[in-house]
């Protein structure tokens, strides 16, 4: 599992996530979005992310900084 691509995804999610479904194929256009860059997956990964590399401080850096979050 590449933390890039983590890392990525999260902020995809986190920008589909926030979206406003506001008619029901601006619904299916976030839900798709949602299903293909495996949300869902997230936080397990993350989990296991911050496992393999707690002995690497500038790599747990990468999964923590707030610059990886849409806002």
Same mark, same amino acid.
């Given at each position: 599992?590449?933390?890039?691509?983590?890392?990525?995804?999260?902020? &995809?999610?986190?920008?589909?996530?926030?979206?406003?479904?506001?008619?029901?194929?601006?619904?299916?256009?976030?839900? =798709?979005?949602?299903? =293909?860059? &495996? +949300?869902?997956?997230?936080?397990?990964?993350?989990? +296991?992310?911050?496992?393999?590399?707690?002995?690497?401080?500038?790599?747990?850096?990468?999964?923590?900084?707030?610059?990886?979050?849409? &806002?």
């Amino acid at each position: 599992m590449e933390v890039a691509s983590y890392v990525e995804r999260r902020r &995809g999610c986190n920008h589909w996530e926030g979206e406003d479904a506001y008619d029901a194929p601006r619904g299916r256009d976030i839900a =798709t979005a949602i299903k =293909t860059l &495996g +949300c869902e997956r997230l936080h397990a990964e993350e989990r +296991c992310l911050r496992k393999l590399y707690q002995a690497k401080p500038e790599i747990r850096k990468a999964i923590d900084d707030p610059k990886n979050e849409d &806002g």
